[in-house]
């Protein structure tokens, strides 16, 4: 019958997706830069593993991704710095998924603006767990079949915050000194491999982070950005994509970028209200 000659040509034309396009293990994918990448990547036809805490955006992105660019979306919801979930998650996925191009190790947080000697222990964990275990995690999960297939590549969203410590981020820029130290180990460690390790260093994004670093105040949020056009979770993710993309000879080591009007973490220029 017609329609099942329909369903049948739809089945091959979406397997042969499966086995031809590239695929992208994108973590905290559900906002922000994270976001932003899976956005790009759909895009430019890859086929997407979309992690995060909560599934209902990632469900929301998968329907308008795979309706908008014809790429397929998978959903693997977990918390980075649940190890065994994270682990069980993986083994999970459908063999036709399991060979990972490119990992985005992107899930991480900041909260608070505390001083060093007077911030709360909970929440520093919380950020080491995140930015440190978890990506790390994902890494030791990851890279080994990466290795096996010979081919790969591993982007780790770091920060300018890791260049430098700045006032009231001291434990936040460790975590990313920490994403920078990772970054350049894990590329010595595969240096006798095709495999490729970058370390993305952004300035001021305008996302939620910012919300979730003064603890749920959005008109803090809103002032930090006053006075400046800063990036967006698209922007990154056009860095993202493009170190992806370089031909497989070239290694994107590292990228720093920021607005234009900010210079170091924390030298920026706002204009004042006219
Ligand atoms: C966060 C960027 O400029 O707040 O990773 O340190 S910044």
Redesign the pocket.
């Known amino acids: 019958r017609s329609s099942d000659l329909g369903v049948l040509l739809f089945s091959n034309i979406v397997n042969q997706n499966i086995m031809e396009a590239k695929i992208v293990f994108i973590t905290g994918a559900s906002s922000g830069i994270g976001e932003g990448c899976a956005r790009k990547f759909a895009k430019e036809g890859w086929n997407l593993i979309l992690n995060a805490r909560t599934v209902s955006k990632l469900e929301e992105l998968k329907a308008e991704l795979e309706a908008t660019h014809g790429v397929r979306v998978y959903i693997l919801p977990f918390d980075v710095r649940d190890r065994k979930l994270a682990a069980a998650s993986l083994e999970s996925l459908p063999e036709e998924w399991k060979a990972i191009d490119v990992l985005v190790n992107n899930a991480g947080l900041v909260i608070g603006v505390d001083k060093e000697f007077e911030g709360n222990l909970d929440e520093w964990d919380i950020m080491i767990d995140t930015n440190i275990r978890g990506l790390l995690a994902m890494t030791r999960l990851v890279v080994p079949g990466m290795v096996e297939r010979g081919r790969g590549h591993i982007i780790n969203i770091g920060?300018?915050?890791g260049d430098a410590a700045y006032p009231g981020?001291s434990v936040y820029c460790a975590t990313?000194a920490a994403v920078k130290a990772l970054s350049d180990g894990l590329r010595i460690d595969l240096v006798d491999t095709p495999l490729r390790v970058t370390n993305i260093k952004?300035?001021?994004?305008e996302t939620n982070f910012t919300v979730v670093r003064y603890r749920g105040d959005k008109e803090a949020a809103d002032n930090f950005y006053k006075g400046i056009r800063p990036l967006t979770g698209d922007d990154i993710a056009e860095t993202v994509y493009f170190a992806a993309s370089a031909p497989a000879h070239i290694q994107i080591a590292e990228v720093l970028l920021m607005p234009t009007y900010q210079a170091t973490?924390t030298i920026s220029y706002k204009k004042k209200p006219e």
Do not use: D, L, R, Y
Not at 202 to 205: H, I, R, S, T, W
């Open positions: 920060s300018i915050a981020g990313k952004p300035g001021m994004v973490g």
